[in-house]
């Protein structure tokens, strides 16, 4: 493991500061300390320190090197939006350290505008904070690391449970599911009593840093032919594999290239898996979602008569990326007028205008994990019929979120909203299902839909998105993300859903 320490302003001079407040050590002796802990813990770590503001960014910016940061901002911690903004940039965990206690000292110092984007903040331990910050990135890294191994040992049960010897991955998301490797491409091959990742020179290096528990395998220009060999030495005698991702071709060169090996349908069992998120999988799902949520608080500022829907789309996409997205979930919808009227109505150049319903639904990706909301607001001043259509989506929206839990079908979550809908009128124009699986991909399981018998479970996250679409009118539609709970269900989607008129 690789980590970065920064120290920030005025910390070169500890020894001329008070030291009933900043301790007895130089900057030296701490980074002595630090370094002694780092080496019995077979760590490398680079440590660094700036008085200037800048150089801390460009620091920060330098995060695809390391697993984890330590960064004591100084002074800046109480005011600098930039270094926050950088920090929020960064997808592996930073942990902000002081050796005082700030929340003891004046008011001003008791404000970080630069924790919130931390993993962990310490303070008031000393020195000894350092240490104790390296440890929690350790603790978050092996709980990942924990993940995976929990993640493979359920693979390899269902593999069993099917007669299976072997499974080959290589769908990009389950790829990087099962294992953390982010690059484009790889082969993951399971056996019983040894796992194994191939991939081209390109990604050798990368594999390395980011696997553990794999034999990396280095293939030439023929993969299947390297794969072949090692099923053989393995006795693999069935091997499963993603029927529903590769195409009738590549199961032809799996046939071929697997001679005396029966090549055999897995069914989804990395998306089984995959249905159930983890601790970190909510955290950077909600991550997403609060970064889509700041740019719908920022289009309302954005809309007015005379700008087209490319222009909303595009403002909102740059907003997303500004804030940390590495990427949209999906093409942004933004229909207005009659526009709204189509469910999923990319952005065009139709002009807003006075009157238009404004319907956005958009949602961009954060460490791999996608959000989706839709919010509808009005141009102008709203008509008692647009008002009645927007009361009654969110009327349905709220049934369906008071009553979702663990147990419930996903058709019955859909019923929840559709009665209400179909009681005021307007069941043939609500033509989609309540919602959708979403996580790695937008559009996942377990599915919320008129004929879903999906069960939602503890840990499942899903869409709720009524909508009314009413041709050569308009159309408006809400939508949230839960999780689901042991005792209902967390909206994670914190958008205001007051009806909003832009004047």
């Not at 940061?69 to 929020?88: L, R």
């Not at 804030?323 to 999906?330: D, E, M, R, V, Y």
Request: hydrophobic residues 35%; charged residues 25%.
């Amino acid at each position: 493991m690789r980590f970065m320490v920064i120290h920030g302003p005025n910390l070169n001079m500890l020894k001329s500061r008070p030291q009933s407040i900043y301790g007895q050590r130089s900057l030296e002796e701490i980074n002595n300390e630090i370094r002694t802990w780092c080496m019995k813990n077979n760590i490398h770590v680079d440590i660094v320190q700036s008085n200037c503001e800048g150089e801390i960014i460009d620091y920060l910016h330098k995060f695809q090197s390391y697993n984890g940061i330590v960064i004591n901002p100084g002074a800046y911690t109480h005011y600098s939006y930039a270094i926050g903004d950088a920090v929020e940039l960064v997808n592996i965990p930073v942990v902000e350290v002081h050796l005082s206690d700030i929340y003891s000292r004046e008011d001003f110092r008791r404000k970080s505008v630069i924790a919130s984007h931390c993993y962990r903040q310490i303070s008031g331990f000393g020195f000894h904070g350092y240490i104790l910050a390296l440890q929690a990135i350790i603790h978050k890294i092996e709980e990942v690391d924990s993940m995976t191994y929990y993640r493979v040992a359920e693979l390899k049960k269902q593999l069993k449970e099917k007669g299976l010897d072997a499974m080959l991955v290589n769908q990009p998301e389950n790829r990087q599911y099962i294992t953390g490797f982010t690059g484009s491409s790889g082969y993951v091959l399971f056996t019983q009593d040894k796992d194994y990742f191939f991939t081209d020179f390109r990604y050798i290096e990368q594999a390395k840093e980011q696997l553990e528990g794999f034999e990396i395998v280095k293939h030439g220009f023929s993969p299947l032919d390297d794969i072949s060999q090692y099923l053989s030495n393995a006795g693999v005698q069935k091997l499963g594999f993603e029927e529903h991702f590769a195409t009738y071709q590549a199961f032809q060169r799996y046939q071929k290239a697997f001679k005396n090996i029966q090549v055999l349908p897995a069914g989804p069992i990395v998306e089984e898996i995959r249905k159930v998120k983890d601790r970190t999988e909510i955290e950077n799902t909600e991550k997403a979602i609060d970064i889509a949520v700041a740019a719908f608080e920022h289009i309302l500022g954005f809309l007015k008569p005379g700008i087209k829907e490319v222009d909303v789309a595009l403002e909102l996409e740059f907003f997303m990326r500004k804030k940390g997205a590495s990427g949209l979930a999906f093409e942004t919808i933004v229909a207005s007028g009659h526009r709204s009227a189509l469910p999923h109505g990319i952005a065009s150049e139709k002009v807003l205008e006075e009157g238009d319903f404004v319907k956005m639904d958009f949602g961009c990706v954060y460490n791999g994990y996608c959000s989706d909301i839709s919010r509808t607001v009005v141009l102008g001043k709203a008509t008692d019929k647009q008002k009645k259509i927007y009361d009654t989506v969110l009327k349905a929206q709220q049934a369906a979120i008071d009553n979702i839990k663990a147990g419930v079908s996903g058709k019955k979550a859909d019923d929840y909203a559709r009665s209400v809908i179909t009681e005021a009128g307007y069941g043939d124009k609500f033509g989609h299902g309540l919602g959708h699986g979403i996580g790695m991909v937008v559009h996942e399981n377990p599915r919320v839909s008129p004929n879903s018998e999906d069960i939602l479970r503890p840990g499942n996250i899903i869409t709720v998105e009524p909508g009314i679409y009413i041709p050569e009118y308009g159309g408006v539609r809400i939508e949230d993300m839960l999780v689901i709970t042991e005792d209902g269900s967390k909206n994670l989607t914190k958008a205001t859903k007051e009806f909003i008129e832009i004047t």
